[in-house]
């Protein structure tokens, strides 16, 4: 007999979101469900964007009450995160609670204070972890796991990363929707959109990026699934468009090529989207696969055009490598888009504006960018930190500077916008979205016809925003 009949995956994100962040599934819940499966009797995934009733915490409440036996919260984003704490603290205390994620591992003392019905947290990468909760492993033996007792939080010794070779891919069975893009509750695309995970962490150690730390301030080890399980996991998505959600692809172009061949060979059709580096560039059998392959888009940080910042960031890349990458990378029939940073410390107002300039010059079809961040474990924090006049005002946010304030830096994010987001360059990304099969033309034309209404959402989006922001 099992410890627990009927579990609850909870993915607790709903409301005022970007279109991009509904698109994707709650991927580590479903890692977590997987490997659940067999050891508990039932689990029932509820991703709370699609569950309209069930964001009223009394309805969940009600549902969770009659059914469940065990509870595990997924919170992974600082977006959103006191909502999240508020919701939770409102599903019923008698139920067990676990909760997990990104998020939750750094905040583990404040959530245990902030939500009383959290009865454990899982910290860092969950498969292993679960699978000894739910069997019958004393809770003092698991590693990784935080949790309640005696009036106090016991906190086990960190538990080492898992096997990518031994875990289950995500159990997509457990969903009752397709994932689209939708803004404002309007369908903008036919398509239907996955992610799948080949490989995790990554080897580079560029000075502002967390994505290879696991919250636990730990460098994740570069790890590689077996490539036959990953080509397994493709047959079964069933989705149009798959974004590799690997830091970085191409990190072994080998293996990256191996990949291409394996999907030629099997007749997956999907549209691939990719994050990558730009020294794929120099593999040009692994792009020449990838193209056949089905790589549609690719999703490449840059971070900046100029040398002295990409030294302080570590990047390990120059001007005139990404201008030499670009030159190739342009040849392929590919979706490109440049992730930059601006911002950075001793960057002036000319530099951060030549952002968009660089990126027309190398022929981006899209761009987006961000201000410097920094995370609790991100190296970066600490030279902010020793340099005069730079500052942050709470982990997981902007660093702002004497010269450059929240309202500068806005002016200078709007100027990079319409600097780079002329009517040339949307006609420019319209073309290609169509002509490598992103969007079709009935695609566009519902969007222009749902125009008027993407336009009323985000009037009152802005009016809330405007609002909520007063009350503060
Ligand atoms: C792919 C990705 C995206 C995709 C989303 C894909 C998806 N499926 O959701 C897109 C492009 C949409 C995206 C958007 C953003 N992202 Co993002 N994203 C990632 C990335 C690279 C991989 C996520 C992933 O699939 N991981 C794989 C799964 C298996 O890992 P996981 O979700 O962490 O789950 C594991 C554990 O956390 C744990 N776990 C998770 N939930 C639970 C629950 C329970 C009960 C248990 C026991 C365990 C458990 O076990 C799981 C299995 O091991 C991560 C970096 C990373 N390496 O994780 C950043 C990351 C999550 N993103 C981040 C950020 C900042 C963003 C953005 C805000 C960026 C921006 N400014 O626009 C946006 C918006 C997000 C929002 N909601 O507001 C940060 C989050 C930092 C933070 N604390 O907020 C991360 C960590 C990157 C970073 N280091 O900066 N992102
Ligand atoms: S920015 Fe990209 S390449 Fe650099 S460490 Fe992060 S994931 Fe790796």
Request: hydrophobic residues 35%; charged residues 30%.
């Amino acid at each position: 007999m099992n410890k627990f009949n009927h579990v609850l995956a909870l993915n607790p994100y709903f409301g005022d979101s970007t279109a991009l962040i509904g698109l994707f599934p709650p991927t580590g819940l479903e890692y977590i469900s997987a490997s659940m499966k067999g050891l508990v009797d039932k689990v029932t995934l509820l991703d709370l964007r699609h569950e309209r009733s069930f964001q009223d915490p009394k309805e969940l409440s009600k549902f969770i009450r009659n059914e469940i036996d065990l509870l595990c919260v997924s919170i992974r984003w600082e977006s959103r995160f006191e909502d999240v704490c508020d919701f939770l603290s409102q599903l019923p205390p008698e139920v067990c609670t676990i909760v997990g994620g990104y998020k939750a591992t750094e905040e583990v003392e404040y959530l245990f204070n902030r939500c009383p019905n959290i009865d454990m947290i899982v910290r860092g990468e969950g498969e292993e972890i679960i699978k000894q909760i739910v069997t019958d492993v004393p809770y003092k033996d698991i590693r990784g796991l935080s949790y309640r007792e005696n009036g106090g939080v016991v906190h086990n010794e960190t538990h080492p990363l898992p096997d990518l070779a031994h875990i289950p891919y995500p159990d997509r069975s457990l969903r009752k929707q397709d994932y689209r893009l939708v803004k404002y509750g309007l369908q903008l695309s036919s398509h239907t959109f996955d992610t799948v995970l080949t490989t995790r962490g990554c080897p580079f150690k560029c000075k502002f990026c967390t994505f290879s730390l696991n919250p636990l301030g730990q460098k994740r080890t570069y790890a590689e699934r077996p490539i036959e399980s990953v080509i397994e996991e493709l047959k079964t998505v069933t989705a149009d468009v798959v974004l590799f959600s690997d830091d970085n692809f191409f990190t072994n172009p080998k293996r990256s090529e191996q990949l291409c061949d394996l999907i030629i060979e099997n007749k997956i059709n999907k549209i691939f989207v990719v994050q990558a580096r730009i020294d794929i560039a120099k593999h040009r059998k692994v792009l020449d696969k990838a193209q056949k392959a089905g790589f549609k888009v690719f999703l490449i940080g840059i971070e900046s055009p100029h040398d002295r910042i990409l030294e302080q960031l570590q990047k390990g890349i120059t001007q005139q490598q990404v201008r030499e990458a670009f030159e190739v990378l342009t040849r392929y029939d590919v979706y490109l888009h440049g992730y930059f940073i601006y911002g950075n410390i001793g960057e002036t107002e000319e530099e951060m504006l030549y952002i968009p300039k660089f990126a027309k010059e190398i022929k981006l079809d899209s761009i987006s960018f961000q201000k410097l961040r920094v995370e609790r474990f991100s190296p970066l924090k600490e030279v902010v930190e020793e340099t005069p006049g730079y500052y942050y005002t709470r982990i997981g946010g902007s660093v702002y500077s004497d010269r450059f304030g929240r309202k500068e830096l806005k002016q200078i994010r709007n100027r990079i916008r319409s600097a780079f987001y002329d009517l040339p360059q949307v006609i420019r990304m319209i073309r290609k979205a169509r002509r490598i099969g992103l969007a079709s033309s009935r695609d566009l034309a519902d969007v222009l016809f749902k125009l008027p209404l993407i336009l009323v959402g985000l009037g009152r989006r802005k009016l809330r925003k405007r609002r909520r922001s007063s009350w503060k």
